[in-house]
């Protein structure tokens, strides 16, 4: 018999959970889904499967995709969790066997065993795959229409090691780059960098040495550079087995960027350095002569993790801001530019991503407009317009909260920003979910249409889109 999920703020409300997959033909649709969108639009987040084992962190529940098919006005959905060694042993078991992060905590029925980890945190179609993504593993595989596990994709086991949840696709070339971190299999700075083409064959991997052992979770590029930031939210097994935390907050590391050319290799690497703070997502990165400029939503300290000594962090520094930094390639010098551009809180940063790694000049994101940011649910989704400076924001609505928005243009040639918004919304007076379908030029005027659903997609991480062959 299952047992009941702990009291944790991450296992209630929005975050909750839900205990079933289901298949929904047609949902019921307030106003228009507009002709002009055709593909799927895909959500994963984690789902723990059963009431966790240890410590609840809510990056450890296991990966659960949700899909909205849309079509002809339609909107259809389907969810899975993703069917992982650790989904199907937990299954088998009745029970949770796995720790979060320590696998001190593991059942001692699989001390041994060699998973292919949670699949939790995105999603992405590349070279005709649709690939469940975490930091930690390489890509899972799933059948993009029933959403079917198929398993772990290794690129013809060409890929060694971990794959990050943020790989980046140039629009132009359509190679997808991505890094992987703790990449010998154990907490360490060993990091790799790779490359797969547009047909999907891995056809670049190199390794090197970070700073320090780190999590780094996301990455940029530009057309002729690639950026790794090191920020100290470090990783230490050695913390772990005396009982603290696997992973602590420690801004006397400093900030370490790294820059390498796209042309170039790993040993071109060149580091600057920088004052204490984090970024789970940046928005976008481009490249103008020596000049290399990443806005990002910067926090203060990590949110998430406490310090070395479990000490928990400050939540007024667990604030993320929309924030410029600027490198000039051409100094020779180690520090960069640091410019706020908006005190709004805002994260899960988007873009149009046909301009991914170029200058662009709008991004979207999920923000909150009330000075206590909660981490999971925003209460607004946005649009800056870099060129002008200005912002709009939507309100999701009373007793409502959103997620990271994605951008679907209204064409393969429209004009930079010219389509939609795509959001899951969780209501709590419903206590269930919908999806939202924003103007990306409108925002702040509300939804073209609204596809409900009768359950939770619990607060997640990412989504992305598939657009409908043909």
Not at 313 to 326: F, N, S
Not at 421 to 430: M, Q
């Amino acid at each position: 018999m299952a047992a009941p999920f702990p009291d944790h703020p991450n296992l209630q409300g929005g975050f909750a959970p839900i205990q079933m997959e289901c298949d929904v033909h047609d949902l019921v649709v307030e106003g228009e889904v507009p002709q002009a969108l055709r593909g799927s639009f895909y959500r994963n987040g984690p789902n723990p499967q059963y009431s966790p084992r240890g410590e609840y962190h809510w990056f450890g529940g296991d990966g659960m995709v949700h899909a909205f098919h849309i079509a002809d006005g339609r909107v259809s959905y389907r969810n899975r969790w993703v069917r992982t060694v650790k989904w199907q042993k937990e299954h088998e078991a009745g029970r949770a066997l796995f720790g979060a992060f320590n696998p001190l905590e593991n059942d001692e029925s699989v001390a041994d065993l060699e998973t292919d980890g949670l699949a939790n945190t995105n999603i992405v179609w590349h070279g005709n795959k649709l690939l469940a993504l975490e930091e930690a593993h390489a890509p899972f595989e799933l059948d993009p229409v029933t959403l079917q596990s198929i398993g772990p994709h290794t690129y013809g086991g060409k890929l060694n090691g971990p794959m990050t949840a943020h790989p980046k696709i140039d629009a132009e070339t359509g190679e997808m780059l991505f890094f992987g971190y703790n990449a010998d299999g154990m907490i360490s700075e060993h990091m790799t960098f790779s490359v797969v083409d547009k047909d999907g064959n891995l056809t670049r991997s190199e390794a090197f040495q970070a700073p320090y052992a780190a999590m780094v979770h996301d990455f940029m590029v530009t057309r002729e550079h690639v950026i790794f930031p090191i920020m100290p939210l470090t990783g230490s097994m050695e913390r772990a087995m005396s009982g603290a935390p696997v992973y602590a907050w420690e801004p006397d590391k400093g900030v370490h960027i790294g820059i390498m050319p796209r042309n170039g290799s790993v040993k071109d690497l060149r580091w600057f350095r920088g004052e204490p703070g984090f970024v789970f997502h940046p928005m976008n990165a481009h490249s103008d002569g020596d000049q290399v400029v990443c806005d990002v939503c910067e926090f203060e300290e990590a949110p998430l993790f406490p310090a070395p000594d479990g000490t928990p962090g400050d939540p007024a520094k667990a604030v993320p801001r929309l924030t410029r930094w600027t490198f000039d390639l051409g100094k020779n010098s180690d520090d960069y530019k640091w410019q706020r551009l908006d005190d709004l809180a805002c994260e899960f940063p988007r873009l149009d991503e046909r301009r991914t790694g170029l200058s662009y000049r709008y991004g979207f994101f999920a923000c909150d407009t009330d000075p206590e940011f909660k981490v999971g649910g925003f209460n607004g989704i946005g649009r800056v317009d870099h060129q002008t400076g200005r912002t709009e924001i939507y309100d999701v609505g009373e007793a409502c909260a959103t997620n990271e928005p994605i951008f679907v243009p209204r064409s393969e040639d429209a004009e930079e920003g010219d389509g939609f918004l795509l959001a899951n919304v969780y209501d709590a007076n419903r206590k269930a979910s919908h999806l939202v379908i924003l103007d990306a030029q409108n925002v702040s005027s509300g939804p073209l249409a609204t596809a409900y659903l009768d359950h939770r997609v619990p607060f997640g991480f990412h989504g992305n889109w598939r657009p409908a062959a043909g």
